[in-house]
Nanobody, 128 residues
Framework: QVQLVESGGGLVQAGGSLRLSCAAS????????MAWFRRAPGKEREFVAA????????AYADLVKGRFTISRSNTKDTLYLQMNSLKPEDTAVYYC?????????????????????WGQGTQVTVSS
């Protein structure tokens, strides 16, 4: 059974940093795109960042570009999201997602339906 399990969320002051992790099990995603999405209270789930299977290609939403960094370790089957200079508007539940098929970089998957596997989410709260 495929599982994606996020961790690392919490409460942080504005300007602070957090590092999210997503551990995959049940299959390998080393050739597949993975991504982070988030859902703020009262809003739709939105794209945050994506990365290719090899880790050589990345893409970011404009709102987080320059502040967040997505990375992965295929030897550990783990996806990461380093979040710096956090703002109150970054408060959301953050979800890890993965595509079942091999990635097709430079095509970037940024919508919810394009991802086949999802984690349960981890809460990030940024206080002002």
């Amino acid at each position: 059974q495929v599982q994606l399990v996020e961790s690392g969320g919490g409460l942080v002051q504005a300007g602070g940093s957090l590092r999210l992790s997503c551990a995959a099990s049940g299959r390998t995603f080393s050739s597949s795109a993975m991504a982070w999405f988030r859902r703020a209270p009262g809003k739709e789930r939105e794209f945050v960042a994506a990365i290719t299977g090899s880790g050589g290609g990345t893409a970011y939403a404009d709102l987080v570009k320059g502040r967040f960094t997505i990375s992965r370790s295929n030897t550990k089957d783990t996806l990461y999201l380093q979040m710096n200079s956090l703002k109150p508007e970054d408060t959301a539940v953050y979800y890890c997602a993965a595509v079942a098929a091999p990635d097709r970089w430079p095509i970037v998957y940024t919508t919810v339906p394009e991802y086949d596997y999802w984690g349960q989410g981890t809460q990030v709260t940024v206080s002002s």
